[in-house]
């Protein structure tokens, strides 16, 4: 699979803004399962940017603005290839919630395993992942029933929630969108011991005429992977209840949003009269395509 992603956000001030400083995480990662072929960012006002790789690995873009503007443009351009990497014939079933203990002292998991910003166990968290655990023994089996667990029971209303919103809030109101659902179930994981992680990224919607729609895709996505030893990180959306497959692409990583953010950024000035305006779009190409 191959994509065209275009993915802009535009700032409105009432009064000039300056001194706005912005990290951004738009660029996809290169990977063993895709490829970036292309990526270009624009921002107006022009200003130089900074590229740097952040402790996850993910690709950071840094810009500063000095002079006074009323508008900031940030848009993206990327093509990405993604190749086949999960085989739903073969899931990766057979490792024991009973060898989890062993995955604490590895390095590519310890941070995937404990509170966060956003993801904070508590008592009642616990014990509502074990009730969807239901004795599985398999590390698998249980962090799939957890994604259907949050399909079946959550509903999904954009706008409802914000950035502020926590695993725990979504676990009481059990209403969201897509990044409430991956932060709830990190936490679950997490509460039983499997390392589990964010991803926010991109996802490809066939569209019309096709057997499924995916909801999330009008805007970037997000979802979580759990770790496997002699798998690696598995991707389970819990927004469209799908173990990730090659209609994805995976922008960053991290422990939870905070982490992964595709604009970040201050500024002073800007007035009361704010607003910001986001528009993805992800199209497949062919190969021959230019």
Not at 12 to 31: C, H, I, K, M, Q
Not at 205 to 228: C, F, K
Request: aromatic residues 12%; charged residues 20%.
């Amino acid at each position: 699979m191959r994509y065209h992603i275009t993915h802009r956000t535009v700032f409105t001030y009432g009064e000039p803004a300056y001194d706005n400083v912005n990290e951004v995480r738009l660029s996809p990662v290169d990977n063993p399962h895709q490829a970036v072929e292309f990526f270009v960012l624009k921002v107006i006002p022009a200003t130089r940017l900074k590229r740097f790789t952040d402790l996850y690995s993910n690709p950071v873009h840094h810009f500063e603005i000095g002079h006074p503007h009323q508008r900031l443009s940030i848009e993206s351009q990327s093509i990405v290839a993604v190749a086949r990497y999960i085989d739903y014939a073969v899931l990766p079933y057979g490792f024991s919630h009973s060898n989890l203990n062993a995955l604490r002292s590895r390095e590519e998991c310890c941070e995937f395993l404990y509170d966060s910003r956003y993801v904070q166990r508590s008592p009642q968290i616990w014990r509502e992942a074990v009730d969807v655990q239901d004795g599985s023994t398999d590390v698998f089996q249980t962090a799939y029933a957890l994604m259907k667990f949050i399909y079946d029971n959550c509903t999904y209303l954009p706008g409802l929630t914000d950035a502020s919103t926590t695993a725990a809030d979504i676990c009481e109101e059990k209403r969201g969108v897509c990044q409430d659902f991956a932060h709830l179930l990190i936490v679950y994981c997490r509460s039983l011991g499997i390392p589990c992680r964010y991803v926010s990224g991109y996802i490809w919607d066939p569209g019309v005429g096709s057997n499924e729609t995916m909801r999330g895709a009008q805007a970037s996505h997000a979802w979580a992977e759990i770790y496997l030893p002699e798998h690696g990180w598995i991707g389970l959306d819990p927004t469209n209840n799908k173990v990730v497959n090659e209609q994805y692409v995976v922008a960053a990583t991290g422990r939870d949003y905070d982490d992964v953010a595709p604009v970040r950024g201050t500024f002073y000035g800007g007035g009361l009269q704010r607003s910001m305006e986001v528009a993805v779009k992800v199209k497949r190409i062919d190969y021959d395509e230019e």
